[in-house]
């Protein structure tokens, strides 16, 4: 499954400022979306007054906004493939920026809820689907897992750190309109910072010891290859499929774990800042776990590390359907969850490239994004259907589903043809 597994993370300096600059936007994504569901639901609903219904509501309009981002993340690739990175990391970061200050702003229950729907979509596209997967899959296309495995510490690393700056606020309209402030920052400092290939300032994909001449004439080939894949041929490849629902699952199963950790920990008997503490101690096990599940990839290939990754969520699900209240009990969901809060972020965007190919990557993410997407968004819906009340349904139901993933997992299959690495 992969062509190359080097684990010496040796990728230059310009490499190894990209990856940092994926890592915020990893973390951006995170913030914006899933983790902060951990937070804000309450928060606001304490602010503003608003009725009980209101946290469910706002899992569930994450959800939807998930489903109505599978039509942008169609459109949000195709700007991508034509502007490029650059260009959609500040369009991103600006719309995001000015969704934050209207969440923060609003009194109204109807224009909040449709603030959510718009985060979940736009900062679950562009910071997260397309800007820095496309990136290290462009700048690292033999070396992506680990290279990834580095850059998506910011989604383990947000996780650890999101709620406690939240709380450090407290208020929640502050805490959102210095959210939109670093978003308008990110913007700016993206017009300098984020390159769209190694090539243009220099450099050799994967910093190999390469003529740049030789790398460009490289590139020039990969792109025309990739140019060949269109949205039919895309369509009509099981991989897509395979990628998009499968791992799409093992999504699922991730924002299904995360989004509710410290409600679920609460219903156990646990004290809410206990449980707030847990979340951060499993989060930064996901920084380490997010580097982890990156060797693995590089050193075993993106499907065997994506079987694995299934497997030890499913165990997690147990850990979190049995949980009693108890230090053991805790602390082994703790580790397990915290885990695989990182890997599923690098595993994707690999699994991708390892299959379409450097330039490829964006093409064939046309589609496999709304797919990945529209599966994913599925967890909040899932939830706000059965109700927080009742988290040990939801987690038997994203049991069953991981199994399937475990077995389409075992199903792909690149073709030699499209990766075209050398």
């Given amino acids: 499954m992969n062509s190359n597994n080097n684990t010496k993370s040796n990728f230059g300096k310009w490499g190894w400022s990209m990856i940092i600059y994926c890592a915020i936007s990893y973390y951006l994504a995170a913030a914006l979306s899933t983790d902060a569901l951990n937070w804000f639901p309450a928060a606001f609903q304490a602010y503003h007054g608003w009725g009980e219904e209101f946290v469910n509501t706002c899992n569930a309009m994450a959800g939807i906004g998930g489903w109505i981002g599978v039509g942008a993340a169609i459109v949000f690739s195709m700007m991508t493939a034509k502007k490029g990175s650059r260009f959609m990391a ?15 702003f609003t009194g109204s229950q109807p ?41 998506s510490m910011g989604l383990p690393i947000c996780t650890a750190t999101i709620i406690l700056i939240f709380n450090a606020i407290g208020n929640p309209r502050n805490a959102y309109i210095m959210l939109g402030i670093v978003c308008f920052a990110f913007a700016f400092i993206s017009i300098f910072w984020a390159k769209n290939t190694p090539e243009e300032v220099g450099c050799t994909p994967d910093n190999e010891p390469v003529d740049l001449e030789q ?6 080939k990969q792109e025309a290859v990739a140019k060949k894949m269109t949205m039919g041929v895309i369509a009509k490849d099981k991989n897509t499929w395979l990628i998009g629902i499968g791992l799409g699952l093992l999504w699922m199963t991730t924002i299904g774990l995360v989004s509710n950790f410290v409600t679920k920990m609460v219903m156990t ?5 206990l449980a707030i503490m847990m979340l951060t101690v499993a989060a930064v096990v996901g920084i380490v776990g997010s580097y982890i599940w990156g060797w693995l990839d590089q050193k075993f290939g993106t499907r065997n590390a994506s079987i694995i990754y299934g497997v030890w969520y499913l165990v997690a699900l147990l850990l979190m359907i049995f949980q009693n209240g108890s230090m053991l009990t805790l602390g ?3 580790f397990f969850v915290g885990f695989g809060i990182g890997g599923i972020g690098n595993l994707i965007p690999s699994m991708i490239g390892t ?20 599966v994913r968004s599925t967890a909040l819906i899932i939830i706000g259907a059965i109700g927080v009340a009742r988290l040990n349904i939801a987690y038997w139901v994203f049991f069953i589903f991981s199994i399937l993933a475990i077995v389409l997992i075992c199903f792909i299959k690149p073709d030699p043809k499209k990766v075209n690495f050398d």
């Fill in 90 to 104: 500040l369009f991103g970061n600006i719309v995001t920026g000015i969704l934050c200050l209207i969440m923060a």
């Fill in 111 to 151: 224009i909040f809820y449709l603030m959510i729907i718009c985060l979940t979509f736009v900062g679950g596209n562009i910071q997260l689907n397309v800007v820095p997967n496309n990136i290290m899959n462009v700048w690292f296309p033999k070396k992506k897992g680990l290279a990834l495995g580095w850059a």
């Fill in 355 to 374: 299959c379409f190919g450097r330039f490829g990557f964006i093409q064939a993410n046309r589609l496999i994004a709304p797919i990945n997407t529209a």
């Fill in 332 to 334: 082994l969901a703790t």
């Fill in 269 to 273: 008997g646990i004290e809410q800042q």
């Fill in 215 to 220: 790398a460009k004439a490289l590139m020039a």
